[in-house]
T-cell receptor
Framework: RKEVEQDPGPFNVPEGATVAFNCTYS??????FFWYRQDCRKEPKLLMS???SGNEDGRFTAQLNRASQYISLLIRDSKLSDSATYLC???????????FGSGTQLTVLP | DTGVSQNPRHKITKRGQNVTFRCDPI?????LYWYRQTLGQGPEFLTY????????KSRLLSDRFSAERPKGSFSTLEIQRTEQGDSAMYLC????????????FGNGTRLTVT
């Protein structure tokens, strides 16, 4: 089993749609969680950190469920510019190593 | 620009040659990471430094790979006797090193081994 697993995608949604991605992790000792966004042939960029109580940043909402060991990302009112690959990232207790999922590709269609 | 800088952006080399990549992290970041990414996959951890000390290396990092961070500032990643399977994007990232510190990535070096 991979340490971090994501929905394989791709997700093709119309503009304005709400879309959700899930990610599961295997290490119960994990303590840091992030969502990164990666555009085609570009480097990953931090989208948002994920906190235990859940957090929101504009149209983006991240949730953490420690009992079930998964995190989620919800995007509301999708924009064409949201088209990218979304990477789930989980850190060990020491935060020495951040493990990336394989990513979920999102295409927002006009 | 105070972001993470990587050089070169692209490198094409013949199998068997040695290559070296450089990474300049964000100046106040004490942790520096190297990742490798192939098409359709997320970045895979290779190694990381806390200041000048290399604290962890992945099993992916064969004997042909070596990384240094001599003064705790920039880092180099060298691949000796390159193989076609080494073709990938090599990403450098830096962070403050606290438990919830995110990684800040450079643009990466795309290596093609022919």
């Amino acid at each position: 089993r991979k340490e971090v697993e994501q929905d394989p995608g791709p997700f093709n949604v119309p503009e304005g749609a709400t879309v959700a991605f899930n990610c599961t992790y295997s290490n119960s000792a994990s303590q840091s969680f992030f969502w990164y966004r990666q555009d085609c042939r570009k480097e990953p960029k931090l989208l948002m950190s994920v906190y235990s109580s859940g957090n929101e940043d504009g149209r983006f909402t991240a949730q953490l469920n420690r009992a079930s060991q998964y995190i989620s990302l919800l995007i509301r009112d999708s924009k064409l510019s949201d088209s990218a690959t979304y990477l789930c990232v989980v850190g060990s207790g020491s935060a020495r190593q951040l493990t990336f999922g394989s990513g979920t590709q999102l295409t927002v269609l006009p | 620009d105070t972001g993470v800088s990587q050089n070169p952006r692209h490198k094409i080399t013949k199998r068997g040659q040695n290559v070296t990549f450089r990474c300049d992290p964000i100046s106040e970041h004490n942790r520096l990471y190297w990742y490798r990414q192939t098409l359709g996959q997320g970045p895979e951890f290779l190694t990381y430094f806390q200041n000048e000390a290399q604290l962890e290396k992945s099993r992916l990092l064969s004997d042909r790979f070596s990384a240094e961070r001599p003064k705790g500032s920039f880092s180099t990643l060298e691949i000796q006797r390159t193989e076609q399977g080494d073709s990938a994007m090599y990403l450098c990232a830096s962070s403050l090193g606290q438990i919830n510190s995110p990684l800040h990535f450079g643009n990466g070096t795309r290596l093609t081994v022919t």
